[in-house]
């Protein structure tokens, strides 16, 4: 039972779960944001730290592992410490840690703040998550999931360009200190906001739990990573830590089921559309992921446009998700979670795959084009899965479930990289591209991630028709 609190009306409750929901949805940006603006600067910063642009892929691996990492965490510090204390915490940590990473005058010291950042990225969206599913009605939860998704949706497309358009008319450490502002209003809207959610009865840490899970998450994301980057002679260290990756994981599994009080408790996994949210979804979400990642890239090197021209066309997907954003919960209540899934899910498939048409000479409007229905597909996928993934959730257990979920889902956004990087050296070893990527190696690759979407409406598919629908009752 969470500690008590004054009694409010509906309507003040409502209101502040929206207000609440608003302050996680800024600090949802702020940490994907940071996870993806620093592409188009890393070889301006390389030259600051004298070091290779290839070296400074470690600030932004350091970055998604220590987010994978404490994650787990987070559920377990929420109810020990009070979902106020930790979110504004964590908000205070991550903020300081991007003050120290435009203050970094070396490698070292940037790696530092990034882990230090991810740390508290890792704590500040899901326990304010939390926060909002606590607060929040069954009857409003598709709202409040909308609200919370967007933000994530749109930093992702926006981080590239406007880490560019930063290096190009300011200076790098810039790429962190507009943190400093949104941190601090997000700081005092978090205190005046965010209930206590303190646990009156807090199971004791599991530290076995918590040392599997973290070398599983490590294990994994950096094996694949090491896959992506890597030639084919030295490919054997790679798939050693992805072996040990998915050894760990099943362990830590099993751990889990077993013992207990686990760190991460899985029953949640028993409710049919919490499943699917997490299995089908961190597919859906990995090939979706893949997609900024994948378009600057083939624009840039294949194509042979400017930084500039590329973030254009990739602000077609933006757009996308921006005209979605109004009419997505009508949609849900429409046609209900399954069929929309499904149909919008096929959708968002024939747009990665699309992507793998693109050619030199395909006219500008009709890449828009494409990528802003992709954008429009994405938008309503996203805020689909997370909504029906709370859906039949009770309250007590929705502590554990955004723990579940949030590590799903960094894993997912973060591995979507890594894959699509995978497929593209995979590609350009069998092609004999060693050097620099071609059309047809990100041909390959578009057709792989599209295959990973196919297979996660697999999940979709046994759904009953019903599923989730006590949520989609017009409020």
């Keep these: 039972m969470t500690s008590p609190t004054p009694p409010v009306s509906d309507t003040t409750l409502s209101v502040q779960a929206r207000l609440i929901a608003l302050v996680v949805a800024v600090t949802f940006f702020m940490e994907n944001l940071d996870a993806t603006v620093i592409a188009t600067a890393l070889p301006t910063m390389a030259a600051a730290f004298g070091v290779t642009p ?32 930790v979110f504004a915490g964590a908000i205070v940590v991550f903020t300081f840690a991007s003050l120290l990473c435009g203050l970094s005058q070396s490698l070292e010291m940037f790696v530092f703040a990034r882990v230090l950042q991810g740390i508290g990225g890792a704590l500040m969206v899901p326990v304010g998550r939390l926060a909002v599913l606590r607060n929040t009605d069954k009857k409003d939860l598709v709202k409040m999931i909308a609200i919370i998704t967007w933000p994530g949706l749109v930093a992702p497309i926006l981080g590239p360009l406007a880490g560019g358009l930063i290096v190009t008319h300011a200076s790098w450490p810039w790429i962190f200190y507009v943190n400093l502002p949104l941190g601090a209003l997000a700081l005092a809207a978090a205190l005046w906001l965010v209930p206590e959610g303190r646990e009156a009865s807090v199971r004791k840490f599991d530290a076995k739990g918590f040392v599997l899970l973290a070398g599983a998450c490590v294990a994994l994301l950096g094996g694949l990573e090491w896959l992506g980057s890597q030639s084919g002679e030295r490919l054997l260290p790679g798939i050693g830590l992805v072996s040990a990756g998915i050894l760990l994981a099943v362990w830590a599994v099993h751990h889990c089921r077993h013992y ?78 399954r069929k929309v899934l499904l149909v919008n899910g096929m959708i968002g498939v024939v747009s990665i795959a699309a992507c793998a048409l693109f050619t030199a000479q395909t006219p500008f409007a009709l890449i828009a084009a494409l990528l802003f229905v992709g954008g429009l597909s994405r938008s309503m996928q996203f805020t689909c899965y997370n909504s029906i993934g709370f859906a039949d959730v009770p309250k007590a257990r929705m502590s554990e479930a955004s723990a579940l979920f949030s590590m799903s889902f960094q894993l997912a956004m973060g591995m979507g990289v890594t894959v699509a990087a995978l497929l593209l050296r995979a590609s350009m070893t069998v092609q004999g591209h060693e050097v620099h990527a071609q059309a047809g190696d990100f041909r390959v690759a578009f057709i792989g991630v599209a295959l990973l979407g196919i297979l996660a409406l697999v999940d979709v598919y046994r759904l009953p028709t019903g599923a989730g629908e006590s949520v989609l009752t017009r409020a």
Excluded: H
């Design 54 to 85: 290839v070296d400074m892929n470690i600030g932004i691996t350091a970055y998604i592992l220590a987010v994978a990492i404490f994650i787990p965490l987070s559920s377990w510090i929420a109810d020990r410490f009070g979902a106020r204390r």
């Design 260 to 337: 207990a009080n686990p760190l991460l408790p899985l029953e949640t996994l028993s409710i049919n559309t919490f499943r699917v949210s997490i299995y089908g979804g961190s597919l859906f979400r990995l090939a979706i992921s893949a997609l900024p990642f994948l378009l600057p890239l083939l624009f840039q090197v294949a194509f042979g446009l400017s930084p500039v021209d590329a973030g254009l066309l990739v602000l077609a997907v933006f757009a996308g998700n921006l005209a979605m954003k109004p009419f997505t919960t009508a949609i849900m209540q429409r046609y209900g979670f």
